[in-house]
């Protein structure tokens, strides 16, 4: 009997050192944990190609300006859009600098990857979990049975409620196609696609139930090939475009999908580290983000910076605008 009770109470000393100790009881959130300010806005800031390379100085400067940027704006969420890391030997070492200045802030944060993240030969899943695993991370693998690391989205709630308003869709925009014949860069897969369009139903469906409409961002690294259209026939809002729109070369539609289901109204994207326009086109706004990273290649005209998206809970609409450097690149 007293055998059975030191166990019982080792057992219990036990857990309680771990839920002491553990650092993952307190990061370890669940998606639903997003949630408007009590002024009904949420800030989200994009950082985009931030390339942390070999933790040099350059790559050190980014972080400096990553958190410069988080202590001015404070935003509720923080999303990454690929290349965070690049040419790396070692991606535990990079993605830990890429991504310290918004754990040190404890801010929540989600990511997907760009083309460069996996390259000098890491397994791409292994990169995007090793993300998934960081504290106050929201980033998921989503599902293992559909192409790509990080097909995922995220709900916010109201500030009065437990009700989702705003969706996030984050996907993988891949990197390379298996056949180079096929274009220089990778698509959204056709399975991708499928899998946004019904998680659209079922999110819109719910939204409907409760008597609401679904609006939703996504998020991914490498531009349509309607960002090209946009820019030439849609209505250009804002930004620069210094280079012609590296899209993938086969159009395997995404966008389609969204304009017909209605809920996505922007998309923001990196990849193109001197383009940070928008466009308005089939009513959806196609964005790029600003580009982050010292080591990413740039211009002259465009500082490093980030994007900071406001959305506001009570009009249904959202806000842009560019936060950059002070010092020139
Ligand atoms: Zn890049």
């Not at 219990?12 to 771990?18: D, G, Y």
């Not at 806005?41 to 100085?57: A, G, L, N």
């Not at 600098?97 to 944060?109: A, E, M, S, T, Y």
Request: hydrophobic share 35%; charged share 25%; glycine share 6%.
């Amino acid at each position: 009997m007293k055998k059975t009770l030191d166990l019982k109470l080792a057992v219990l000393f036990s857990l309680l050192a771990i839920s002491l100790n553990c650092p993952a009881s307190d990061t370890s959130l669940d998606q639903n944990e997003l949630k408007f300010s009590s002024k009904g806005k949420f800030k989200i800031v994009q950082f985009t190609d931030t390339h942390i390379e070999s933790c040099d100085d350059m790559d050190h400067q980014t972080a400096v300006l990553m958190g410069e940027i988080l202590d001015k704006e404070k935003p509720d969420l923080v999303i990454f859009t690929g290349d965070n890391i690049a040419c790396t030997k070692d991606y535990k070492t990079t993605s830990d600098l890429c991504f310290q200045p918004v754990i040190d802030r404890k801010i929540k944060w989600a990511a997907i990857l760009g083309n460069h993240d996996h390259e000098d030969g890491h397994d791409r899943k292994a990169v995007m979990q090793y993300l998934c695993d960081k504290p106050y991370s929201l980033a998921q693998m989503g599902p293992a049975d559909i192409n790509g690391y990080g097909n995922y989205y995220l709900q916010i709630t109201g500030n009065d409620s437990d009700k989702v308003q705003w969706v996030l869709y984050l996907l993988d925009s891949n990197s390379y196609p298996a056949n180079r014949a096929n274009g220089k860069y990778d698509w959204v897969h056709i399975d991708q696609v499928q899998w946004y369009n019904n998680k659209s139903k079922q999110l819109s469906e719910e939204a409907k139930q409760a008597g609401r409409e679904l609006r939703a961002l996504a998020f991914f690294h490498i531009p349509l090939p309607e960002y090209a259209i946009a820019f030439e026939n849609g209505e250009v809002l804002s930004g620069h475009k210094f280079e012609k729109e590296c899209s993938p070369t086969l159009n395997s539609g995404l966008f389609t999908a969204m304009v017909e289901r209605g809920d996505v109204k922007a998309t923001f994207v990196g990849h193109d580290h001197v383009n940070d326009y928008e466009a308005e086109y089939m009513g959806i706004r196609l964005c790029f983000g600003r580009s982050t990273g010292y080591h990413a290649y740039g211009i002259e005209k465009l500082n490093k910076g980030a994007k900071v998206i406001t959305i506001d809970q009570k009009t249904g609409k959202f806000e842009t605008r560019i936060v950059e450097a002070t010092t020139k690149n």
